[in-house]
């Protein structure tokens, strides 16, 4: 039995005592003082929290990014050791004040009602909250702009263990989040280490095998092999990408943005990433991308949602989607990277001449073997992208792991009701 199950049974076997948020707690909403009155902010001392606060130095705050005056503070200034919570906009996020403070209409402010505070652990009222964030992330009232619904969330239960167990809890969590924190920052360095040494090992690995397979000689897997010597024995037709691919750029997007929101699409250009995104789409996908200018030229990609395709770069596509698929011809392309490269013209900015594009040769096997290859070379991939993906996957276990912990440790049986003489 640890610690803390002794605490319990000894000091509330029964259970523990819970009330409502507001009967434990003095309610408030938060406020921005007037912009349009210097006399408000102007050599401000007296923190205003906003959620960029939270974002930016954590749950526990003592001081905030702007202040204001104390002619902008109306009524009382929300106490030191209370809490702020979202509950419109960023719904289910929330700190703790080490200072006298105010905060903007975003917040609702929790301090502990004064008959409690001898039997209340402002830390412990904290670290409960995470479960309050929870139910605020499901309860949302869903309109132009989100909010909680205030009267429910008042009148959620909030439990009133014996100080020993808050005392417990809290020191558990203490521990349990500095090492998190510690452990997590120790795995993302070793983990960065492993998995880019892997990384590139896989990468030398896929291209060694990518070349294999558009060999079509000797080097060829057997696999391979026996397909095309059953598919076409006299051996398998070489044309230029011109004869067998459509290639034309882009045209300049209207409106571009350059952070994504849903319902935009990408806007792929010149780079090796996205340039940026856009309200419409002028490609469907399953198509190849290719620089035409600038510093990025010979980098090959394959674009399999909707997009938008700009003037600077190259769109390439089958031109008998029934005998040669775009999938194929975009691991050839891969295959031949070095090949692009030798065919740009130097300058100030350098480019790919259309020309120079289409004269690259792409090997023609039967329709059967560009799948098989296709199908290979995608599971390689997804190897790949998964090692890449692997630093956050498990960080976020790591998360989940500390949150299941803490929610176990914050979970408390009713107080037994008395029995009926």
Avoid at 148 to 176: C, H, N, Y
């Amino acid at each position: 039995m640890s610690k803390l199950e002794a605490l319990i049974e000894r000091l509330c076997p029964e259970g523990v005592e819970w009330k409502t948020l507001d009967e434990v707690f003095t309610i408030r909403n938060g406020y921005t003082p007037s912009k349009a009155n210097p006399d408000y902010w102007e050599g401000g001392t007296i923190p205003w929290f906003r959620m960029d606060d939270i974002r930016t130095n954590g749950r526990i705050l003592e001081d905030s990014i702007q202040h204001i005056t104390p002619a902008g503070v109306k009524g009382k200034l929300f106490e030191k050791d209370s809490i702020i919570l979202a509950t419109t906009a960023t719904i289910g996020e929330h700190a703790l004040l080490m200072a006298d403070a105010l905060a903007n209409q975003r917040f609702t402010n929790f301090a502990i009602c004064k008959s409690l505070k001898e039997r209340l652990l402002p830390k412990f009222a904290f670290y409960y909250f995470f479960m309050i964030d929870e139910w605020c992330k499901k309860n949302t009232r869903v309109s132009s702009f989100p909010s909680v619904d205030m009267k429910k969330l008042k009148k959620q239960p909030f439990p009133l263990p014996p100080l020993e167990v808050q005392r417990e809890v809290v020191g558990i969590l203490d521990l349990f989040t500095g090492l998190t924190a510690e452990l997590t920052a120790e795995l993302t360095a070793e983990l960065t280490a492993e998995l880019t040494a892997e990384l590139e090992l896989r990468k030398k690995q896929y291209a060694y095998y990518r070349e294999v397979l558009l060999s079509f000689d000797e080097k060829s897997p057997s696999v391979i092999k026996e397909m095309t010597k059953r598919l076409c024995p006299n051996g398998i037709e070489y044309k230029t990408l011109g004869e067998v691919a459509n290639c034309k750029t882009g045209t300049k997007p209207q409106e571009i943005s350059k952070e994504y929101t849903e319902g935009l699409y990408t806007c792929i250009n010149a780079g090796t990433t996205p340039f940026g995104y856009t309200p419409q789409f002028n490609r469907d996908g399953d198509i190849i991308t290719t620089p035409s200018r600038g510093s990025s030229i010979g980098f090959v990609g394959y674009q399999e949602k909707p997009f938008w395709l700009g003037p600077l770069c190259y769109g390439i596509t089958t031109k008998a989607p029934d005998l040669l698929m775009t999938k194929y011809i975009y691991y050839c392309l891969c295959n031949q990277t070095d090949d692009i490269l030798k065919r740009k013209q130097g300058g100030a900015i350098p480019a790919l001449n259309i020309s120079h594009l289409e004269s690259i040769i792409i090997p023609l096997p039967p329709l059967e073997v560009q799948r098989k290859i296709v199908e290979i070379l995608d599971q390689f991939h997804t190897l790949t992208t998964s090692l890449t993906e692997g630093i956050p996957a498990e960080i976020e276990a790591r998360r989940k792991q500390y949150h299941y912990y803490r929610n176990k440790l914050l979970t408390f049986k009713d107080l037994a009701p008395s029995p009926k003489e």
